[in-house]
Structures are given as C-alpha cells and as structure tokens.
C-alpha cells in the first residue's frame, strides 16, 4: 500500500512563529482589504500623530485619549502607534496580520468607550451626540479578512515568504 502525503506548506509550521504570521498566499482580495484598511486608517494615525488634516497632533491626541476618554497613557499611545505605523506597515504588507489585529483592537476600543452609545449610524446631518459605529463595523471585517488570509499578493510578506 502505498501512502501519500502532501507536502507541508509555509503556513502549517515552517519557520516557526515570525514565518506563521507573515505567510501569506497571492490573495488579491486579501490584498484589497489590507490596503483599504491601511488607506482608511492612515490618514486617522496621521490626524492624532502629526495634526494633518485638522487633527490635534500628538500632545492635543494623547490629552483627549488620557483625560476625556480615560484611557491609560501606554494604550493610548499604542492607539496613536497603531493608527499611525501599523496603518502604513498595513498599505505596504509588513506584518498584515499582527497590525490588522491592532486596528481590530483600536476599532473595537473605539465602540466601547465611545461609540456604542450613539447608536449605529454615521451622524451625517448632526443631529445626534456622536458618531455611530458602522464605520467601526466595516473596519474590523476589513481587519478580519486579513488576520485570516494575511497581506496577500504585492506585499513585504509574501516577498519574505515565498
């Protein structure tokens, strides 16, 4: 009798750890949702880390996250990180999953403590205290598509791990 056995793929332990976390398959539609994620995210990092497009910058960010929000000062510096580093490391493909997971984290963060009692719409016309949370909603499916799949075709990590 003769036996056959496929032969171990990158992502079922070769390389241990680091080559788990970047391996990644030629997913166009991973790639898609990583650099939607990454583009949406970037701009909101750049708001809180350097006061473009009407942001407060680091200092203005940090006060309203310690203070207003309650945040302690390491999480509310790894939201500014995140929001920031991880967005752009997400648009390029360096480490897809582990920063997909952080904007999971933040987006998830942002609902609880803020969101969650707006209710689930955008506020559009004003009309209420706040901003919903479907964008939140949109962002961790975005966020999850790549924790699963990984960065996908034309990243850093499929170049490390093919």
């Not at 970037?42 to 006060?63: D, I, N, R, S």
């Not at 987006?107 to 969650?116: D, K, R």
Request: zero cysteines; charged letters at 10%; aromatic letters at 8%.
């Amino acid at each position: 009798m003769t036996t056959h056995t496929m032969p171990m793929t990158y992502t079922q332990g070769q390389g241990g750890l680091l080559g788990r976390v970047l391996a990644t398959e030629g997913d166009w539609g991973a790639t898609v949702a990583r650099v939607a994620l990454g583009a949406v995210m970037l701009p909101h990092g750049a708001q809180k880390l350097l006061g473009w497009f009407g942001g407060y910058g680091f200092q203005g960010t940090m006060g309203f996250l310690t203070t207003q929000v309650g945040l302690p000062y390491p999480i509310a510096l790894l939201v500014i990180l995140i929001e920031s580093f991880g967005a752009l490391a997400l648009v390029i493909g360096l480490a897809g999953r582990v920063m997909a997971a952080g904007v999971a984290a933040v987006m998830v963060g942002a609902v609880v403590t803020t969101h969650l009692r707006n209710g689930f719409f955008m506020n559009w016309s004003g009309a209420q205290r706040g901003e919903g949370f479907e964008y939140h909603i949109l962002a961790l499916a975005l966020a999850l598509v790549v924790m699963l799949r990984g960065s996908g075709a034309a990243s850093v990590d499929r170049a490390l791990s093919a």
